[in-house]
């Protein structure tokens, strides 16, 4: 998402090198998205330009569920014909004749969710479309759709620093044999050593809106994050790597999908994978963050609702 929208100035050509050397590094999994291009295909366009000579060997997920018409950026379209309308640009956009996961990325209210399930299953039986996906859904969304076809993936927000999911989320995903994609693994940035108030980000960085970048709330989340980054010094690695190899360690069947625009800061995200963290490490990061980081994930109009 930040390599076309919401964390401030882009360039394409430094993107693309990105991609590419994640490719080297061993990353497989492509996340893009209808709404991360705000309804141009920027995004596909620049991760199909990306992949091109190796996208048989990757894969590519990207979503549908806004409605991209509607100013206020919240509204949601999961109608059959609107399903297939994204997914045939997407497929375009991408430069390929298949997406390997399809996600609704937000449950709209007006469309039920069987009808949703049904029109995705209807895509992969026709070739177009492999597995099936869902972002931000509740267990009562979750069991629905699966019942109608199998969900493959949720993705939905987890961290240190955000953990609502563990409560009923994970063990519906748990018992229905649904993997999970953890977004924002680092907490939009404030898992690292950069972060700043709000008022020093650009207009159009996301992050000068965040409640948890909001003072009262600033104040009190660089505490936690001092914390964690004193336990990844005493490991040698970085607090990034210290959360990303936190969210391997809940279990197998979760799969980050932490966002970059740096090579050096894709190289250390990757290396993640092989720290571990024992049980101690682990009750200490319990100890630090028992109920997550100071103020909410979303605005209220933006919130998603389970």
């Known amino acids: 998402m930040g390599m076309t929208i919401a964390y401030g100035p882009t360039d394409d050509e430094s993107s693309i ?7 080297e590094l ?19 366009q620049l991760l199909g330009r990306a992949v091109k000579d190796f996208r048989d060997e990757i894969v590519i997920a990207t979503k549908f569920g806004f409605d991209m018409a509607d100013p ?9 014909e609107h399903i297939r309308e994204v997914t045939e640009n997407s497929l375009r956009y991408l430069g390929t004749d298949h997406i390997d996961v399809l996600y609704q990325h937000r ?39 699966h019942a109608v076809h199998p969900v493959s993936v949720l993705q939905t927000e987890y961290s240190v620093f955000e953990c609502a999911v563990e409560a009923e989320v994970l ?22 050593s950069t972060v700043k108030p709000a008022a020093e980000y650009p207009a159009d960085d996301m992050r000068r809106f965040d ?23 005493s490991k040698g690695i970085a607090v ?21 625009r740096s090579p050096e800061r894709l190289a250390e995200n990757v290396a993640s994978a ?10 200490r990061v319990a100890e630090l963050l028992p109920h997550g980081s100071a103020g909410s994930r979303y605005s209220e109009a933006m919130m998603p609702t389970w």
Do not use: C, H
């Open 274 to 283: 092989d720290v571990e963290l024992t049980p101690v490490d682990l009750a």
């Open 72 to 80: 206020t950026m919240v509204g949601t379209d999961s109608r059959p």
């Open 211 to 233: 409640d948890r970048w909001q003072p009262g709330n600033f104040e009190k989340n660089p505490a936690a994050i001092r914390e964690l980054t004193a336990l990844a010094d």
């Open 107 to 145: 449950v709209d209210p007006d469309a039920p969710i069987e009808d949703v399930a049904g029109t995705v299953g209807e895509l992969i039986a026709e070739g177009k479309v492999r597995y099936f996906g869902l972002s931000e859904a509740g267990p009562d969304i979750i069991r629905r759709a």
């Open 171 to 192: 063990p519906v995903v748990r018992e229905l044999g649904i993997g999970f994609v953890p977004y924002s693994p680092l907490g939009r940035g404030f898992l690292t």
């Open 17 to 23: 090198a990105t991609i590419r050397r994640a490719y």
């Open 26 to 44: 061993g990353v497989t999994l492509f996340d893009t998205a209808e709404r991360y291009g705000l309804g141009t295909g920027s995004n596909e």
């Open 240 to 260: 990034t790597q210290l959360a990303l190899a936190w969210l391997l360690a809940q279990g197998d069947d979760i799969v980050p999908i932490p966002g970059t």
